[in-house]
């Protein structure tokens, strides 16, 4: 079943669309345990980017630029952004990078340094369309663990599952840190 969430890279400018459009335009499935950099042209041209003239109106333009470069798994890169963002922003972003690494005790840390996200109501909704239910509210940690065990399973329902849920925690997230404070969340 697929994950319905409402992303359209055009939406945070030209130059986002650009960068994303070097893989997948926002809609990559990411792995569960990322071993290298997708795209090192991506790499490359975000190096050249600070967070205020990517995302000048946003609610957290460097808790956006972490999410451009964990996008692209270039964990080192968005690992530093997100280590120095004190936010419930960079410790989600902190959260899903330990999680990819895979180091799921450090990653377990991270989230509960979130607490209740505002996202989380909307990625429960996706997590039930996707046919993955752990109750309400969203909880982080048990999705920690059925990413470490779908990890194990390649190729497998419950990997793609995952996957899919990954994406779909990206977008959703992605989305607030790069909409301005006064939008209204998708």
Request: hydrophobic residues 40%; proline residues 5%.
């Amino acid at each position: 079943m697929l994950v319905s969430v409402d992303f359209r890279s055009p939406d945070y400018g030209e130059n986002v669309a650009r960068l994303l459009a070097l893989d997948g335009d926002g809609t990559r499935a990411m792995p569960l345990a990322a071993a290298r950099c997708s795209s090192e042209a991506a790499r490359t041209e975000l190096k050249k980017w600070k967070a205020r003239e990517l995302f000048p109106a946003s609610r957290s333009p460097e808790g956006a630029l972490a999410g451009l470069f964990l996008y692209f798994s270039c964990l080192e890169e968005a690992h530093a952004i997100a280590q120095d963002l004190n936010t419930a922003e960079g410790s989600f972003w902190h959260g899903i990078l330990h999680r990819q690494e895979p180091d799921a005790f450090n990653a377990g840390y991270w989230f509960r340094q979130v607490g209740r996200h505002p996202v989380y109501p909307a990625l429960g909704e996706a997590a039930r369309q996707a046919g993955y239910d752990a109750g309400a509210p969203w909880d982080p940690r048990a999705f920690i663990d059925f990413c470490e065990s779908a990890r194990k399973r390649p190729g497998s329902d419950e990997e793609d599952r995952a996957m899919r849920l990954q994406l779909a925690e990206w977008q959703l997230l992605f989305n607030y840190c790069a909409s301005g404070a006064g939008e209204k969340k998708r």
